[in-house]
């Protein structure tokens, strides 16, 4: 089973992380406030890599195309199921079918129909990354790309970014208000804006290679709040 490492990264003050600038407000009932607001993100390991194969022939009959999309489909289904890869982690559904055109004298001619198959793939050992992609592209797929790394459950890094930013906040506010000789009261309110970072995607194949040297790197889940404090002079 892989094990998901987290590293936790805060940044500090004037970092590049940016935020907005602090505001006072004095309401009717004279209850002075300082808003700020307050970031985190958690790095992580991921534990699932995501790709998609497509298979896509062009002829005159449909029937013939999509016999052999479907051999096709089948070769390289098998090829990875070898490696031990589930069928709950395999999608092969998405099948779209159109026109095939080629120009001649200067016109479009419809010579047949181009199909293509699109097989989603889901790897829950990472380090069989290298063998998976070796193995389809023996199998002469047409393409393959939609590389994606994620963390399966990000909730709990998210959480912990969470937390993290709301101490952010916390620390902001607090510098602020005793540089103005001011003390921080109870919080009024509190606004998340944030969410799970998405994972950067890969835009080539890494090519036939023999060794394990691709290496997933991490991923960011980040944190953002907006918080509302009551200033105590």
């Known amino acids: 089973m892989?094990?998901?490492?987290t590293i936790i990264t805060l940044c500090g003050l004037g970092a590049v992380l940016s935020f907005s600038s602090a505001t006072f407000a004095k309401t009717d009932e004279q209850v002075h406030q300082i808003s700020v607001s307050g970031q985190a993100n958690?790095?992580?390991?991921?534990?699932?890599?995501?790709?998609?194969?497509?298979?896509?022939?062009q002829g005159e009959r449909v029937q013939d195309l999509n016999s052999v999309?479907?051999?096709k489909t089948q070769t390289i289904i098998s090829s990875v199921l070898a490696f031990g890869v589930e069928k709950k982690d395999i999608q092969s559904m998405r099948v779209q079918l159109n026109p095939w055109y080629e120009h001649s004298n200067n016109q479009r001619v419809q010579k047949g129909f181009k199909l293509s198959r699109e097989i989603n793939f889901t790897l829950r050992d990472i380090e069989l990354y290298d063998q998976v992609i070796d193995a389809v592209l023996s199998t002469g797929a047409s393409?393959?790309?939609g590389?994606?790394?994620?963390?399966?459950?990000?909730?709990?890094q998210y959480l912990a970014a969470l937390e993290l930013a709301l101490k952010d906040a916390k620390l902001r506010a607090t510098?602020?208000?005793n540089t103005l000789g001011a003390k921080l009261g109870k919080v009024i309110t509190i606004n998340e804006n944030s969410g799970y970072s998405p994972m950067p995607r890969g835009r080539e194949v890494m090519?036939?290679?023999k060794s394990s040297d691709s290496l997933p790197g991490q991923i960011n889940t980040g944190a953002q709040v907006n918080v509302t404090f009551e200033l105590v002079e």
């Open 2 to 5: 892989n094990k998901v490492f």
């Open 42 to 57: 958690v790095a992580s390991v991921p534990d699932l890599f995501q790709f998609s194969v497509y298979v896509e022939e």
């Open 175 to 177: 510098r602020m208000a």
């Open 207 to 209: 090519m036939m290679s």
């Open 69 to 71: 999309v479907a051999d």
């Open 143 to 145: 393409r393959i790309d």
């Open 147 to 156: 590389f994606n790394y994620v963390v399966e459950d990000p909730q709990p």
